[in-house]
């Protein structure tokens, strides 16, 4: 029988410093960086007003831009599983 290796200990740390990573480069917020300015504080503005603007409507009008954005990766900005303004 094989016994557990012995570097079970170090996964925890490997799935945080993935976790950082894949915080701090979220689709949404590496689109916000790339935007110009105004065009960016019109995106933060979006994504902070769930009730008015549906993700899929902010995806298509930033894909329409020529950036690549879903409505997924909107969602997962909005509830927070990403480290962008932390
Ligand atoms: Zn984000």
């Known amino acids: 029988m094989a ?3 012995t570097t079970t200990g170090g ?3 490997e799935i ?3 976790t950082r990573t894949a915080g701090t480069s979220c689709a949404v917020g ?8 105004a065009l960016a504080s019109d995106l933060e503005a979006a994504l902070a007003d769930q ?4 993700g899929a409507a902010i ?3 930033i894909t329409a831009r020529g950036h690549r954005l879903s409505s997924g990766q909107i ?3 909005r509830r927070g599983g990403c480290s962008c303004g932390r």
Request: proline share 7%.
């Open 3 to 5: 016994t557990p290796s």
């Open 51 to 54: 009730d008015t603007y549906p």
């Open 11 to 13: 996964l925890l740390t």
């Open 59 to 61: 995806a298509r009008a």
């Open 30 to 37: 590496k689109t916000l960086r790339s935007l110009s300015k």
């Open 75 to 77: 969602q997962h900005h």
């Open 16 to 18: 945080q410093a993935e």
